[in-house]
């Protein structure tokens, strides 16, 4: 079981992604916007005409603008971060699309339930102080029938695989040394494995044996797991 202990009011690990941490953030993370591209390609199918949309933690609002580009969604982000928040708002103004981008707290989402069809979280996961708290949120908010998709890097991700990903993302000399120390010195040591991703997921309403009726690989209390190269992408419904 995942402790959940945190210092009140801090919903994070780590430092604030604020001011220019954000901005170098959102700088260099427009680089691999073909990254961005490929999810936003990959999930609009998975969504219906019209649907709601919610990315939880989106940052620089990049998935949000490439998935507006594919379909008539109705898209909200919501980040932890003021400066994101406001860079977000500024990107999807600059790219002509609709989406809407609030500042909050995963753990506490100021959303009414059953408001979501689909929930999208992408590389922010780890980063969470109460990550079984915002699973339940997911849940709460989501429409019957709604799905949330939770992407993020494993813990035991190799060498190799962060090499490809890092020389994938196109940066400078010192971007790209900061970049691989980040991934070897931070996000791996915040990452989760499967093994932790479904235990967490159990102690939600997602978890209930009803709900994984259709997901069940050896277990009633497993969910829908896709393993990737460093990552993973979880799959709940409810």
Known sequence: MINETVKPGKAYKGMAMEGPIASWYAKNTLKDVKRHKLMAAQLAPKIPAGGRVLEVAPGPGYFCIELARLGDFKITGLDISKSFVEISQKNA?????????RQGDASHMPFEAGTFDFIFCQAAFKNF?????????MYRVLRPGGV?????LRSDADRDGIEREVK???LDRINEILTRWTFHQVL??????????????AQTPFGTPALFAKKITGGARECRVDVGDIGFMVWLEK
Not at 129 to 137: Q, W
Not at 188 to 201: D, G, N, P, Q, T
Request: glycine content about 8%; overall charge neutral; proline content about 2%.
């Open 93 to 101: 103004a600059a790219a002509g699309v609709k989406a809407e981008f």
């Open 129 to 137: 102080s109460r990550p079984v708290g915002a699973i339940a949120e």
């Open 148 to 152: 949330a998709v939770i992407s993020d």
């Open 168 to 170: 994938g993302m196109h």
């Open 188 to 201: 791996l040591k915040s990452a989760y494995s499967v093994a932790e991703m479904k235990a967490m997921a």
